[in-house]
Structure formats: structure tokens, C-alpha cells
């Protein structure tokens, strides 16, 4: 059991006396506050932060923090306010127990929307002082230690919610040990059984292989001396839940991982670290392809180490890391390891620097991410980044997740780049925006001042910042474009009833925000998403109570209107065709071919009904799907794309199904201007020898 004084001794050795009195005092003041208290297990409730103060202890850091710790439940369960706790400490102390208390149950409509609500207000926490996370892990910590009092459904919820988020925020700043305390509690309480099978596998492999690796690393470390090179050379143990990931993801058995010896040397200096690693190479034939060099080029943690793999003369593969004594305390504690408030320094370390871009970057997203849930589901993406390294044509080295694109680059950079990008060049080639990136590539963006996001740039961007980014922007073009084809809409409806927007007074304008509760700007925006009915607005503003009065002239439909008009899949309406509109809440206006047979249903509901024309003058491009019966013959497949692409069409989409051995039929649909367009293209592909038959395909 730990007390205040053995608490009081840790500190000792890195803290000044009064730092540690101060420690003391808010030990007895949180003991005072929880009087009364229990845990689940039935101890006295003050046990809990004082366990919470002690990890941070370990990872030696400042009175603040300890304070803080102590005292993080004060505020929530003790009714005692935060002004108080300013006045009896610090408000800096204040400050970090109101960002680390549990926040206020609000009623959400699922335990997910709470969760990610919550690690929202916590993201705006750690942005004032990065310290609020570090005591939310370490009472995390606790917590999952003392899981077994709770019903095993809620163990699990903690765990799963530990393995998602906890355990990838103390990787994402550099805290290996908090992570793989994290990450063992959580595999034990997720998957007790095979938790225990594999300890005691782990336990005989450990057994059965003891000698094979004291050999190895005696060798490494005779011939080290014999170089005049000063190390530790420490055999490297595999943790369980590591185990089972690879299992899971490499698809490869127990032994398959654990025949793979890991050893970790740790030397004196950067240039020590090379030197050693010439020195192991010569002694092992290194496996091509598996060296990485994490001094150069840091993990976005700041994780620095060499990584390479050898074949040993036993045939077995050895994996070695080499690094500094300060290399390796970073890698353990990350930014817990050289804490800014313990030197009193106004210099951060880089690894604090890394965690407060992160974290900059959080704010970022949550600026504009929809809701919680969209904010934390862009989070996780960044939090599990297997990483490229890749570079600016000026030299500057950009981290990004596996798989990222030029799009998620230029984003990276900056968010004005990632939205006027038009093109990339890679490795000064122009290659696809959605090509992934590859370490050491040479990235450019290329922009325009009048480009913008463009939506499928959604089916392959990686990173939380440019799927939160493109969103945000999309969200509000939606909105732009709905406000502009609700005004015109309305507009038309109030000219069949023989009035006009300009003729709309001010005070029926402030009767019509009194009677539907929202600006006529706003009621012009639900207009133009399907929301409400035009005409139905047009007679509130005018005061007219006849709903059966006529609706009047077809709105004309231009191909300019942006994301609220859509064209129903089902028909693909064409500019010239007889065409009808359906309202459709959230997407706009709807627009089917007349005789469609799924525009009949909604006809009968005459408010979601408009009816449309074509402009005079219509622009962009229109999907239509056709359909083609062909011989299955050699080459016959590309024939076809090159006769479309000769007429400047694209293939959105192709799917193909054999009619009998000779024989099949391809559903094409196609990028078209105009009917024109088509009937020139289905023209061309009946030329094409082998081709039976063309038909417009129609639902």
C-alpha cells in the first residue's frame, strides 16, 4: 500500500523541499475532501490519486503535476470549486484539475458520442497545458490496475476503450512503458484466456532459449570492448499484446515471431551509434531492405533509434536497436522525459514540440469537424501511423500515415495548399493525386487560385486533417449552393403567385421568422436541401391561405446549381429529355426522367413535386448508363474504352456478365455532355466488329 511519506521519499530524490511540502499539503487537503469515500474495493476513495501521483513520480515529474493528481477528483465528486482550489494552490494547479476531472455527464444519444465528446473537451485541455494528458494516462493506469472490482461487461468497455484511444495517445507522445502497461491490461482483460496461454508460452520460449541468447549478446558485446566502445547490450523482450497483433496482422504463428532474437544496445553519443552499427555488420550479414534509420529521420513521436536485421551464425534472425542513454529514456517515457517545468527552462524539447503540433493539429480538425463522433474517428486514423517520410522540393521532411496521398501531403503543409490543389509531381514526375506516397519521395503540389476540394478526393485521402478539412468545405459549398437554389426557387414560386422577393416588406419578412422560427436565409438554404416546400414558404411570406392554388412554370434546371441537384441514378436524365423533380431531404432536388417508374410513387405527394425543363444553355457532364452485347473475343474490351475515350467520355463505372460461351453483356456508364454525345457514341461502339447490340439502359 502506498502512503504520503513513501510518496514524499520518491520525490526526494528530484524535487526541492518546499515542492515536496506543497505535495504533501494537497495530499491531506484531498484526503479531507474525499472523507467519507470509498472505491469499489471498499478502500478509503484518497488511495486513488495518491496511486495516480505515484506513477507520475516514477516518470520524475514536476510538483504541479503530483498536485494536480492528487486533487483531480476534487471538483467532480467533492463540490469544491475550482476558485477555491486557486486560492489554496496555484491557478496554474486550478487549471490542470479542471482539465483533468471527469467531465460533466451530459445525456448523449450513445455511449460512442460521449466517449469522443468527451476526448474533445480533453483535446482543448491538453491545448492549454499538454501536462492534462499526462495525468489522464497515469489515472488511466490506475484504473485499468484495479479493473477486477468491476462487472465484466464494464472491464471490457474500459479495456476496449483503453486499447482505442489510451494506449495510442501514450505512442503518439513517446510513453513506450505507459503503453505497453496499457496495452497488456487491456489484451488480459479483452482476452483472459489466451492472455494466459500466452504467458506460458512466452515463458517456456524464454526458458528453452536462454543460453542461444546470452551467447549472442556476449559476442556483440566482447566484440564492442575489443573496438573501444563503451555499451549495454540488453536482450530486447516481446510483450504479449505486440505478439498477438502481429500474429493477427502478419498472419504467422507463435513461433514463427518468437524465432526472431530482439537485443538493444545503448552507447554514448549519435556518432557512437554508426560506428557500432559497422561494427555489428561486420560481425552478421545484415537482410537488405530492413535497415531504418530513426536518428535522421525521427518518428513522429520523436522516437530516435537505428533498426536493422541480421542473420546470426546460429541461422536465427536478430533484430538490434542502437541508440543513446537519452535516446533510450525517450523512447521510454517520451514527453515525460525531459519535462520543460523541471529545469525551469523556456525551451521545450522536442518531443514536447511534437506533442504540441499534434495537438495543434487536434484543435484544428475539431475547428471543423462535424460533430464529436466524425472528430474522433479522424483522430484515431492519426493515432495508429504507420509512417512514410516524405519530402518538400525545398528539403523539409513531412511525416505522414502509411498510404497517404499527394492530397494528404499538401494538406499537411498547409490547408490553403490542400485546397486549391490541382496536380502533383513525384519525384519531379506528375503523377495521380491519389497515387500513395513512398518513403523518401520528392512531393510538389501544384495549385490554383481557382481550384477547390474536389468530393472523391474522400475516397482516398489517410490523414484526420484532410478528410476533416474537405468536409468542412464541402459542408459549407452544400450550403452556399442550397441558399442560391432556394432563392431561386422561392423566387419562382412567389412570381406564380404574382409577387416577387423585392416586393416582400420588412414586416412580413419578420411575420415569417416569427411563424417558422427560423431567417428567411436560412428557410431559403432548407429550400434548396429538400427541407422545406417553396411554395408553401411563398404563401406563409404572402399570408395566403389557398394551398391549392397552382405551382405554376417549371423551374429550369442549368447543370450549374452544384451538390443540391442531383440526377437519380435509376433513369439518368439527359439535357433535352422530359424531366421532373423530387424533393429529397438533405440532397435537394432529385431529377428523374418523366417517366420514370420511381418518380411515380412520389408524384402523388404534390408539395415534393416541381416541375423541371432544361436551360437554354446547359452546362457540365451527366452519368447515363447503356448497356452492350458482344462476342467474347481478344481485345475486345479494350477496343471499346479507346472508341469511348476517342469521344471524350470517361468509364465512371463498368460490370460485365457472360451470356453463354460465346456471348456477353457490358453495362457501361458513362461521362456525357448531351444526348447528342451519346447517340455519336453509341454509333462509334456499333462499328465495332463483334458488337450485337446498344441499348440506354433505364430503371
Keep these: 500500500?502506498?502512503?504520503?511519506?513513501?510518496?514524499?521519499?520518491?520525490?526526494?530524490?528530484?524535487?526541492?523541499?518546499?515542492?515536496?511540502?506543497?505535495?504533501?499539503?494537497?495530499?491531506?487537503?484531498?484526503?479531507?475532501?474525499?472523507?467519507?469515500?470509498?472505491?469499489?474495493?471498499?478502500?478509503?476513495?484518497?488511495?486513488?490519486?495518491?496511486?495516480?501521483?505515484?506513477?507520475?513520480?516514477?516518470?520524475?515529474?514536476?510538483?504541479?503535476?503530483?498536485?494536480?493528481?492528487?486533487?483531480?477528483?476534487?471538483?467532480?465528486?467533492?463540490?469544491?470549486?475550482?476558485?477555491?482550489?486557486?486560492?489554496?494552490?496555484?491557478?496554474?494547479?486550478?487549471?490542470?484539475?479542471?482539465?483533468?476531472?471527469?467531465?460533466?455527464?451530459?445525456?448523449?444519444?450513445s455511449k460512442a458520442e460521449a466517449q469522443a465528446e468527451n476526448f474533445q473537451k480533453m483535446a482543448l485541455a491538453m491545448a492549454k497545458d499538454i501536462r492534462v494528458i499526462l495525468v489522464k494516462l497515469a489515472d488511466r493506469l490506475h484504473n485499468m490496475r484495479t479493473l477486477g472490482v468491476l462487472r465484466p461487461d464494464k472491464r471490457r468497455r474500459i479495456a476496449k476503450e483503453t486499447l482505442e484511444i489510451y494506449a495510442p495517445i501514450a505512442n503518439r507522445l513517446g510513453m513506450h512503458n505507459l503503453r505497453i502497461d496499457f496495452e497488456e491490461l487491456g489484451f488480459a482483460t479483452m482476452h483472459p484466456m489466451r492472455a494466459r496461454r500466452f504467458h506460458?508460452?512466452?515463458?517456456?520460449?524464454?526458458?528453452?532459449?536462454?543460453?542461444?541468447?546470452?551467447?549472442?549478446?556476449?559476442?556483440?558485446?566482447?566484440?564492442?570492448?575489443q573496438e573501444g566502445h563503451q555499451a549495454s547490450?540488453?536482450?530486447?523482450?516481446?510483450?504479449?499484446?505486440?505478439?498477438?497483433?502481429?500474429?493477427?496482422?502478419?498472419?504467422?504463428?507463435?513461433?514463427?515471431?518468437?524465432?526472431?532474437?530482439?537485443?538493444?544496445?545503448?552507447?554514448?553519443?549519435?556518432?557512437?551509434?554508426?560506428?557500432?552499427?559497422?561494427?555489428?555488420?561486420?560481425?552478421?550479414?545484415?537482410?537488405?531492405?530492413?535497415?531504418?534509420?530513426?536518428?535522421?529521420?525521427?518518428?513522429?513521436?520523436?522516437?530516435?533509434?537505428?533498426?536493422?536485421?541480421?542473420?546470426?551464425?546460429?541461422?536465427?534472425?536478430?533484430?538490434?536497436?542502437?541508440?543513446?542513454?537519452?535516446?533510450?529514456?525517450?523512447?521510454?517515457?517520451?514527453?515525460?522525459?525531459?519535462?520543460?517545468?523541471?529545469?525551469?527552462?523556456?525551451?521545450?524539447?522536442?518531443?514536447?514540440?511534437?506533442?504540441?503540433?499534434?495537438?495543434?493539429?487536434?484543435?484544428?480538425?475539431?475547428?471543423?469537424?462535424?460533430?464529436?463522433?466524425?472528430?474522433?474517428?479522424?483522430?484515431?486514423?492519426?493515432?495508429?501511423?504507420?509512417?512514410v517520410h516524405v519530402f518538400s522540393p525545398k528539403g523539409q521532411i513531412y511525416t505522414l500515415p502509411a498510404g497517404s496521398t499527394a492530397v494528404d501531403f499538401a494538406y499537411a503543409v498547409h490547408t490553403d495548399v490542400g485546397n486549391s490543389c490541382v496536380s502533383c509531381r513525384i519525384n519531379r514526375k506528375l503523377a495521380p493525386l491519389s497515387e500513395p506516397l513512398q518513403n523518401g519521395q520528392t512531393v510538389e503540389i501544384i495549385t490554383s487560385t481557382t481550384s477547390t476540394p474536389n468530393p472523391s478526393w474522400l475516397n482516398f485521402v489517410i490523414t484526420g486533417k484532410a478528410r476533416t478539412t474537405i468536409r468542412h468545405f464541402l459542408k459549407h459549398q452544400r450550403e452556399s449552393d442550397a441558399g442560391d437554389l432556394g432563392r431561386q426557387l422561392l423566387e419562382q414560386a412567389l412570381r406564380d403567385l404574382g409577387s416577387s422577393l423585392d416586393g416582400i416588406s420588412e414586416h412580413?419578412?419578420?411575420?415569417?421568422?416569427?411563424?417558422?422560427?427560423?431567417?428567411?436565409?436560412?428557410?431559403?438554404?432548407?429550400?434548396?436541401?429538400?427541407?422545406?416546400?417553396?411554395?408553401?414558404?411563398?404563401?406563409?411570406?404572402?399570408?395566403?391561405?389557398?394551398?391549392?392554388?397552382?405551382?405554376g412554370q417549371p423551374f429550369a434546371i442549368a447543370g450549374t446549381e452544384g451538390l443540391t441537384v442531383d440526377y437519380a441514378g435509376c433513369c439518368h436524365p439527359l439535357p433535352g429529355e422530359h424531366i421532373i423533380g423530387h424533393l429529397s431531404s438533405g440532397r435537394g432536388i432529385v431529377v428523374h426522367l418523366e417517366n420514370c417508374n420511381n418518380v411515380q410513387r412520389v408524384r402523388r405527394d404534390h408539395e415534393k413535386t416541381i416541375p423541371l425543363v432544361w436551360a437554354k444553355e446547359v452546362e457540365g457532364?451527366?452519368?447515363?448508363?447503356?448497356?452492350?452485347?458482344?462476342?467474347?473475343?481478344?481485345?475486345?474490351?479494350?477496343?471499346?474504352?479507346?472508341r469511348v475515350s476517342a469521344m471524350d467520355a470517361d468509364i465512371e463505372q463498368i460490370s460485365t456478365a457472360e451470356q453463354d460461351a460465346s456471348f456477353s453483356t457490358i453495362d457501361l456508364v458513362l461521362s456525357v455532355t448531351s444526348r447528342v454525345h451519346l447517340a455519336n457514341i453509341m454509333r462509334r461502339i456499333r462499328s465495332i466488329g463483334g458488337v450485337q447490340k446498344v441499348s440506354r439502359l433505364k430503371q
Design 233 to 387: 547490450v540488453l536482450g530486447r523482450e516481446k510483450h504479449l499484446y505486440g505478439i498477438y497483433q502481429k500474429m493477427k496482422q502478419k498472419r504467422k504463428s507463435f513461433t514463427d515471431i518468437m524465432d526472431v532474437f530482439a537485443f538493444r544496445i545503448i552507447v554514448d553519443s549519435v556518432d557512437t551509434c554508426y560506428r557500432v552499427l559497422g561494427i555489428i555488420h561486420s560481425m552478421y550479414k545484415p537482410v537488405a531492405g530492413q535497415f531504418k534509420d530513426y536518428i535522421a529521420i525521427p518518428k513522429a513521436n520523436g522516437y530516435q533509434s537505428l533498426h536493422t536485421v541480421l542473420f546470426s551464425s546460429h541461422g536465427v534472425p536478430i533484430e538490434v536497436q542502437i541508440r543513446t542513454l537519452e535516446m533510450e529514456e525517450m523512447a521510454n517515457n517520451g514527453i515525460a522525459a525531459h519535462w520543460l517545468y523541471k529545469s525551469g527552462s523556456n525551451e521545450s524539447s522536442n518531443s514536447q514540440q511534437r506533442a504540441r503540433q499534434w495537438v495543434q493539429g487536434l484543435l484544428e480538425m475539431q475547428e471543423v469537424a462535424g460533430n464529436s463522433l466524425e472528430f474522433i474517428e479522424n483522430v484515431k486514423i492519426d493515432l495508429f501511423p504507420d509512417e
Design 1 to 109: 500500500m502506498q502512503t504520503i511519506e513513501s510518496l514524499a521519499d520518491t520525490l526526494a530524490d528530484y524535487l526541492e523541499s518546499p515542492q515536496i511540502n506543497a505535495v504533501r499539503r494537497a495530499y491531506y487537503y484531498a484526503e479531507q475532501a474525499h472523507d467519507g469515500q470509498l472505491r469499489r474495493s471498499g478502500e478509503p476513495y484518497v488511495t486513488h490519486p495518491l496511486a495516480v501521483a505515484c506513477i507520475l513520480a516514477d516518470m520524475r515529474m514536476d510538483h504541479e503535476s503530483l498536485i494536480a493528481a492528487l486533487l483531480h477528483d476534487v471538483i467532480e465528486d467533492t463540490g469544491i470549486s475550482k476558485q477555491a482550489l486557486a486560492t489554496q494552490f496555484t491557478p496554474a494547479v486550478a487549471d490542470l484539475v479542471d482539465g483533468v476531472s471527469k467531465l460533466t455527464q451530459i445525456e448523449f444519444r
Design 508 to 551: 412580413q419578412t419578420e411575420k415569417f421568422n416569427q411563424s417558422t422560427g427560423v431567417s428567411l436565409s436560412k428557410a431559403m438554404e432548407e429550400i434548396g436541401l429538400g427541407d422545406r416546400v417553396a411554395l408553401l414558404s411563398a404563401r406563409k411570406l404572402l399570408d395566403l391561405s389557398d394551398k391549392s392554388a397552382p405551382q
Design 621 to 642: 457532364v451527366f452519368s447515363v448508363a447503356i448497356r452492350i452485347s458482344l462476342e467474347n473475343r481478344r481485345g475486345i474490351f479494350a477496343q471499346l474504352a479507346n
Design 200 to 225: 506460458s508460452a512466452l515463458k517456456a520460449v524464454r526458458g528453452n532459449r536462454k543460453e542461444l541468447l546470452e551467447n549472442i549478446r556476449s559476442a556483440m558485446l566482447e566484440r564492442l570492448e
